[in-house]
Protein backbone atom coordinates (compact mmCIF):
# COMPACT_ATOMS: atom_id res chain seq x y z
CA UNK A 1 0.00 0.00 0.00
CA UNK A 2 1.27 3.54 -0.86
CA UNK A 3 2.83 5.40 2.06
CA UNK A 4 0.72 8.49 3.43
CA UNK A 5 1.61 12.18 1.76
CA UNK A 6 0.03 13.94 4.42
CA UNK A 7 0.09 14.42 8.09
CA UNK A 8 -2.48 15.25 10.55
CA UNK A 9 -0.21 18.25 11.75
CA UNK A 10 0.04 19.18 7.84
CA UNK A 11 -3.48 21.06 8.10
CA UNK A 12 -3.47 24.86 9.24
CA UNK A 13 -6.37 24.21 11.75
CA UNK A 14 -4.30 21.61 14.08
CA UNK A 15 -1.50 22.48 16.16
CA UNK A 16 -0.77 23.33 19.66
CA UNK A 17 -2.28 27.19 18.65
CA UNK A 18 -4.46 26.21 16.19
CA UNK A 19 -8.20 25.61 16.61
CA UNK A 20 -7.69 22.07 17.82
CA UNK A 21 -4.44 20.03 18.89
CA UNK A 22 -3.83 17.10 17.23
CA UNK A 23 -4.74 14.66 19.99
CA UNK A 24 -8.58 16.40 19.77
CA UNK A 25 -9.05 16.04 16.62
CA UNK A 26 -7.73 11.96 17.03
CA UNK A 27 -10.36 11.80 19.75
CA UNK A 28 -13.16 13.73 17.76
CA UNK A 29 -12.22 11.04 14.65
CA UNK A 30 -12.86 7.91 16.75
CA UNK A 31 -15.86 9.45 18.55
CA UNK A 32 -17.32 9.60 15.26
CA UNK A 33 -16.48 6.22 14.02
CA UNK A 34 -17.64 4.70 17.08
CA UNK A 35 -21.08 6.67 17.74
CA UNK A 36 -21.81 7.93 14.66
CA UNK A 37 -20.99 6.04 11.81
CA UNK A 38 -22.70 2.74 12.66
CA UNK A 39 -26.15 4.70 11.68
CA UNK A 40 -24.77 4.84 8.33
CA UNK A 41 -21.59 2.77 7.89
CA UNK A 42 -20.37 3.86 4.32
CA UNK A 43 -16.76 5.11 4.96
CA UNK A 44 -14.26 1.66 4.08
CA UNK A 45 -12.41 0.52 7.15
CA UNK A 46 -8.88 1.76 5.55
CA UNK A 47 -9.76 5.09 6.34
CA UNK A 48 -10.91 4.74 10.11
CA UNK A 49 -7.44 4.94 10.80
CA UNK A 50 -6.47 9.20 11.55
CA UNK A 51 -3.49 8.44 9.57
CA UNK A 52 -5.24 7.16 6.37
CA UNK A 53 -8.07 9.76 6.88
CA UNK A 54 -5.60 12.40 6.55
CA UNK A 55 -5.19 12.10 2.96
CA UNK A 56 -8.79 13.24 1.97
CA UNK A 57 -8.89 16.74 3.52
CA UNK A 58 -12.76 16.68 2.49
CA UNK A 59 -13.74 13.95 4.49
CA UNK A 60 -10.98 14.54 7.22
CA UNK A 61 -12.54 17.62 7.83
CA UNK A 62 -16.38 16.86 7.28
CA UNK A 63 -15.84 14.00 10.14
CA UNK A 64 -14.39 16.86 12.80
CA UNK A 65 -17.17 19.27 12.08
CA UNK A 66 -20.24 16.80 12.61
CA UNK A 67 -17.93 15.23 15.61
CA UNK A 68 -17.54 18.32 17.36
CA UNK A 69 -21.35 19.58 16.83
CA UNK A 70 -22.61 16.30 18.76
CA UNK A 71 -19.35 15.59 20.95
CA UNK A 72 -19.29 18.19 23.96
CA UNK A 73 -15.46 18.39 24.60
CA UNK A 74 -16.00 17.48 27.80
CA UNK A 75 -17.57 13.98 27.11
CA UNK A 76 -14.31 13.45 25.80
CA UNK A 77 -12.06 14.18 28.41
CA UNK A 78 -11.55 17.75 26.27
CA UNK A 79 -11.25 21.04 27.04
CA UNK A 80 -14.59 22.52 26.43
CA UNK A 81 -13.83 26.02 27.34
CA UNK A 82 -14.78 28.23 30.12
CA UNK A 83 -18.83 28.72 29.05
CA UNK A 84 -18.73 24.99 27.98
CA UNK A 85 -19.53 25.57 24.16
CA UNK A 86 -16.05 25.48 22.55
CA UNK A 87 -17.33 22.37 20.55
CA UNK A 88 -19.56 24.09 18.68
CA UNK A 89 -17.44 27.25 18.15
CA UNK A 90 -14.85 24.62 16.45
CA UNK A 91 -18.08 23.54 14.58
CA UNK A 92 -19.07 26.56 13.43
CA UNK A 93 -15.28 27.50 12.15
CA UNK A 94 -15.26 24.16 10.51
CA UNK A 95 -18.39 24.32 8.79
CA UNK A 96 -16.78 27.39 7.62
CA UNK A 97 -13.31 25.63 6.27
CA UNK A 98 -15.33 22.76 4.56
CA UNK A 99 -17.70 25.39 2.88
CA UNK A 100 -13.93 26.70 0.98
CA UNK A 101 -13.42 23.28 0.20
CA UNK A 102 -16.83 22.32 -0.98
CA UNK A 103 -16.37 25.41 -3.40
CA UNK A 104 -12.44 24.02 -4.85
CA UNK A 105 -14.37 21.08 -5.93
CA UNK A 106 -17.65 23.06 -7.80
CA UNK A 107 -14.96 24.69 -9.52
CA UNK A 108 -12.82 21.67 -10.59
CA UNK A 109 -10.08 21.44 -8.82
CA UNK A 110 -8.41 18.03 -9.28
CA UNK A 111 -6.79 18.43 -5.24
CA UNK A 112 -10.68 17.40 -4.14
CA UNK A 113 -11.91 14.92 -6.67
CA UNK A 114 -11.29 12.06 -5.04
CA UNK A 115 -13.62 9.00 -2.97
CA UNK A 116 -12.80 11.20 0.07
CA UNK A 117 -14.99 14.54 -1.54
CA UNK A 118 -18.09 12.17 -2.35
CA UNK A 119 -18.86 11.04 0.77
CA UNK A 120 -17.78 14.13 2.65
CA UNK A 121 -20.83 15.17 0.60
CA UNK A 122 -23.28 12.55 1.57
CA UNK A 123 -22.19 12.83 5.37
CA UNK A 124 -23.29 16.49 6.21
CA UNK A 125 -26.54 15.06 3.91
CA UNK A 126 -27.07 13.03 6.84
CA UNK A 127 -25.53 14.76 10.05
CA UNK A 128 -26.81 18.46 8.92
CA UNK A 129 -24.66 21.84 9.99
CA UNK A 130 -26.00 23.78 12.72
CA UNK A 131 -26.05 26.53 10.19
CA UNK A 132 -29.01 24.84 8.19
CA UNK A 133 -31.39 26.76 11.53
CA UNK A 134 -29.48 30.43 10.75
CA UNK A 135 -29.24 32.71 7.89
CA UNK A 136 -25.20 33.51 7.69
CA UNK A 137 -23.24 36.18 6.35
CA UNK A 138 -21.11 33.91 3.62
CA UNK A 139 -17.41 33.23 4.26
CA UNK A 140 -17.06 34.50 0.65
CA UNK A 141 -18.30 37.78 1.87
CA UNK A 142 -17.43 38.18 5.67
CA UNK A 143 -13.40 38.49 5.95
CA UNK A 144 -13.57 37.50 10.05
CA UNK A 145 -15.38 34.22 9.02
CA UNK A 146 -11.40 32.97 7.18
CA UNK A 147 -9.45 33.21 10.08
CA UNK A 148 -10.65 29.47 10.97
CA UNK A 149 -7.61 29.72 14.29
CA UNK A 150 -9.12 32.69 16.03
CA UNK A 151 -10.16 31.31 19.24
CA UNK A 152 -12.53 33.24 21.69
CA UNK A 153 -13.92 35.00 18.47
CA UNK A 154 -17.96 36.17 18.10
CA UNK A 155 -19.66 32.84 17.80
CA UNK A 156 -20.16 32.58 13.82
CA UNK A 157 -24.01 31.63 14.84
CA UNK A 158 -25.06 35.06 16.37
CA UNK A 159 -24.03 36.51 12.94
CA UNK A 160 -27.92 35.83 11.27
CA UNK A 161 -29.60 38.05 9.09
CA UNK A 162 -33.19 36.82 10.79
CA UNK A 163 -34.79 34.60 13.54
CA UNK A 164 -33.45 30.95 13.81
CA UNK A 165 -35.35 28.40 11.54
CA UNK A 166 -37.02 25.35 13.42
CA UNK A 167 -39.66 23.17 12.57
CA UNK A 168 -40.78 22.45 9.19
CA UNK A 169 -38.80 25.25 8.06
CA UNK A 170 -35.66 23.89 8.95
CA UNK A 171 -36.49 20.79 7.67
CA UNK A 172 -37.38 21.95 4.55
CA UNK A 173 -33.86 24.13 4.36
CA UNK A 174 -32.00 20.54 5.38
CA UNK A 175 -33.63 18.52 2.52
CA UNK A 176 -32.98 21.16 -0.24
CA UNK A 177 -29.05 21.38 0.92
CA UNK A 178 -29.20 17.98 1.13
CA UNK A 179 -30.52 17.65 -2.76
CA UNK A 180 -27.72 19.94 -3.53
CA UNK A 181 -25.50 17.76 -2.22
CA UNK A 182 -26.09 15.04 -3.14
CA UNK A 183 -26.21 16.06 -6.53
CA UNK A 184 -22.89 17.07 -6.40
CA UNK A 185 -21.50 13.62 -5.01
CA UNK A 186 -23.78 11.49 -7.72
CA UNK A 187 -22.15 13.90 -10.40
CA UNK A 188 -18.45 14.05 -8.97
CA UNK A 189 -18.28 10.02 -8.36
CA UNK A 190 -19.84 9.55 -12.21
CA UNK A 191 -17.48 11.60 -13.41
CA UNK A 192 -14.63 10.04 -11.37
CA UNK A 193 -16.05 5.99 -11.83
CA UNK A 194 -16.52 5.43 -8.27
CA UNK A 195 -20.31 4.08 -9.11
CA UNK A 196 -18.67 1.97 -11.34
CA UNK A 197 -15.90 0.36 -9.20
CA UNK A 198 -16.65 0.73 -5.66
CA UNK A 199 -19.91 -0.93 -4.30
CA UNK A 200 -20.05 1.25 -1.34
CA UNK A 201 -19.86 4.56 -3.34
CA UNK A 202 -22.86 3.07 -5.62
CA UNK A 203 -25.03 1.84 -2.60
CA UNK A 204 -24.28 5.72 -0.55
CA UNK A 205 -24.94 7.34 -3.82
CA UNK A 206 -27.98 5.28 -4.68
CA UNK A 207 -29.63 5.67 -0.93
CA UNK A 208 -29.21 9.51 -0.29
CA UNK A 209 -30.14 10.61 -4.14
CA UNK A 210 -33.37 8.43 -4.08
CA UNK A 211 -34.34 9.59 0.08
CA UNK A 212 -33.34 13.00 -1.37
CA UNK A 213 -35.60 13.17 -4.04
CA UNK A 214 -38.30 11.87 -1.96
CA UNK A 215 -37.99 14.23 0.08
CA UNK A 216 -38.19 17.11 -2.41
CA UNK A 217 -40.94 15.25 -4.39
CA UNK A 218 -38.82 15.01 -7.19
CA UNK A 219 -37.81 11.83 -9.48
CA UNK A 220 -34.70 9.45 -8.64
CA UNK A 221 -32.03 10.81 -11.46
CA UNK A 222 -30.30 7.11 -10.59
CA UNK A 223 -33.94 5.11 -11.03
CA UNK A 224 -32.60 3.67 -14.01
CA UNK A 225 -29.67 1.82 -13.23
CA UNK A 226 -31.40 -0.01 -10.51
CA UNK A 227 -33.88 -1.07 -13.38
CA UNK A 228 -30.82 -2.86 -15.13
CA UNK A 229 -28.75 -4.41 -11.92
CA UNK A 230 -28.27 -7.89 -11.60
CA UNK A 231 -28.05 -8.82 -7.78
CA UNK A 232 -27.52 -12.36 -8.57
CA UNK A 233 -24.30 -12.48 -9.96
CA UNK A 234 -21.99 -15.02 -8.63
CA UNK A 235 -25.29 -16.57 -6.81
CA UNK A 236 -24.29 -20.09 -5.02
CA UNK A 237 -26.72 -23.27 -6.28
CA UNK A 238 -28.18 -25.41 -3.87
CA UNK A 239 -25.74 -28.47 -5.16
CA UNK A 240 -22.50 -26.23 -4.07
CA UNK A 241 -21.91 -25.42 -7.73
CA UNK A 242 -21.34 -21.50 -9.13
CA UNK A 243 -24.13 -20.00 -11.43
CA UNK A 244 -21.62 -17.49 -12.80
CA UNK A 245 -18.07 -19.13 -13.70
CA UNK A 246 -16.32 -15.45 -13.33
CA UNK A 247 -17.88 -15.45 -9.46
CA UNK A 248 -14.45 -14.70 -8.34
CA UNK A 249 -13.57 -12.44 -11.66
CA UNK A 250 -12.88 -9.01 -9.83
CA UNK A 251 -11.34 -10.68 -6.73
CA UNK A 252 -8.59 -11.78 -8.85
CA UNK A 253 -8.19 -8.03 -10.27
CA UNK A 254 -7.92 -6.61 -7.42
CA UNK A 255 -5.11 -9.36 -5.87
CA UNK A 256 -3.33 -8.63 -9.37
CA UNK A 257 -3.08 -5.00 -8.67
CA UNK A 258 -2.28 -5.10 -5.47
CA UNK A 259 -0.20 -7.76 -4.71
CA UNK A 260 3.63 -6.19 -5.00
CA UNK A 261 5.42 -9.54 -6.68
CA UNK A 262 4.67 -12.39 -8.47
CA UNK A 263 4.83 -14.72 -5.92
CA UNK A 264 2.26 -13.28 -3.61
CA UNK A 265 0.36 -13.23 -6.95
CA UNK A 266 0.91 -17.15 -7.27
CA UNK A 267 0.10 -18.02 -3.92
CA UNK A 268 -3.43 -15.82 -4.29
CA UNK A 269 -4.01 -18.10 -7.54
CA UNK A 270 -3.70 -21.03 -6.04
CA UNK A 271 -6.37 -20.11 -3.26
CA UNK A 272 -8.81 -19.01 -5.53
CA UNK A 273 -7.65 -22.25 -8.09
CA UNK A 274 -8.87 -24.38 -4.84
CA UNK A 275 -12.24 -22.40 -4.22
CA UNK A 276 -13.52 -22.61 -7.41
CA UNK A 277 -12.66 -26.44 -8.12
CA UNK A 278 -14.36 -27.29 -4.06
CA UNK A 279 -18.18 -27.52 -3.53
CA UNK A 280 -17.62 -26.73 0.66
CA UNK A 281 -18.40 -22.81 -0.61
CA UNK A 282 -18.54 -21.78 3.03
CA UNK A 283 -15.34 -23.00 3.94
CA UNK A 284 -13.15 -21.36 0.53
CA UNK A 285 -14.86 -18.76 -0.53
CA UNK A 286 -14.14 -15.41 0.23
CA UNK A 287 -16.93 -13.56 3.05
CA UNK A 288 -18.65 -10.85 2.12
CA UNK A 289 -16.76 -8.20 4.55
CA UNK A 290 -13.31 -9.85 2.91
CA UNK A 291 -14.59 -9.04 -0.73
CA UNK A 292 -15.34 -5.45 0.59
CA UNK A 293 -12.47 -4.90 1.84
CA UNK A 294 -10.46 -5.99 -1.61
CA UNK A 295 -12.72 -3.67 -3.28
CA UNK A 296 -11.82 -0.72 -0.97
CA UNK A 297 -8.97 -1.51 -1.07
CA UNK A 298 -8.32 -1.24 -5.07
CA UNK A 299 -10.30 1.60 -4.65
CA UNK A 300 -8.83 3.93 -2.44
CA UNK A 301 -5.08 2.87 -3.15
CA UNK A 302 -4.50 1.26 -6.58
CA UNK A 303 -7.17 2.14 -9.18
CA UNK A 304 -5.45 5.61 -10.19
CA UNK A 305 -1.71 4.70 -9.25
CA UNK A 306 -0.39 5.00 -12.97
CA UNK A 307 -3.17 7.46 -14.28
CA UNK A 308 -1.99 10.96 -13.86
CA UNK A 309 -5.43 11.92 -14.70
CA UNK A 310 -7.03 10.84 -11.55
CA UNK A 311 -9.62 9.27 -13.41
CA UNK A 312 -11.09 5.86 -11.79
CA UNK A 313 -13.59 5.56 -14.53
CA UNK A 314 -10.59 4.15 -16.32
CA UNK A 315 -9.73 1.50 -13.82
CA UNK A 316 -13.22 -0.39 -13.68
CA UNK A 317 -13.17 -3.33 -12.88
CA UNK A 318 -13.38 -6.00 -15.62
CA UNK A 319 -16.58 -7.35 -14.13
CA UNK A 320 -19.65 -6.42 -12.82
CA UNK A 321 -19.74 -5.08 -9.34
CA UNK A 322 -20.99 -7.63 -6.83
CA UNK A 323 -22.84 -6.74 -3.37
CA UNK A 324 -22.68 -8.51 0.19
CA UNK A 325 -25.56 -9.39 1.17
CA UNK A 326 -26.49 -6.29 3.63
CA UNK A 327 -25.52 -4.21 0.48
CA UNK A 328 -28.29 -6.44 -1.70
CA UNK A 329 -30.80 -5.88 1.00
CA UNK A 330 -30.25 -2.40 1.29
CA UNK A 331 -30.89 -1.75 -3.10
CA UNK A 332 -34.30 -4.29 -2.64
CA UNK A 333 -35.72 -1.81 -0.16
CA UNK A 334 -34.79 1.37 -2.44
CA UNK A 335 -36.19 -0.37 -5.26
CA UNK A 336 -39.63 -0.45 -3.13
CA UNK A 337 -39.62 2.87 -2.45
Known sequence: RPPPTRKIDDFDYIGPDSLLTKEEAIELIEAFFLTMHPFFPNIPLQLHDPKELAEYPILFCAILTVSAR????DTLGLDNGEDGMRHIEVH?????Y???LISQTIWAEASTRSIGTVLAFIIFT???????HYKWSDYANDPELNNVNARGSKNISTRKDEEGLTGVGAIRRSDRMSWMLTGSAVRLAQDMGFIENSSKVFIVT?????TSAMNMNQR???AESFSVLNLNLGKIENDGN????DYLGNEKFYLNEILPDEESKLRWKRVFENSENDHDNEKNFLTDWEREFLNDEYVLYYSNKKDDTNLAQNHIPPFPLRFSFAQRAKIEIIRIL
Open 92 to 96: DKLWV
Open 126 to 132: EWNPRSI
Open 220 to 222: SLL
Open 242 to 245: ESNE
Open 70 to 73: YHPF
Open 98 to 100: CQK
Open 206 to 210: HISET
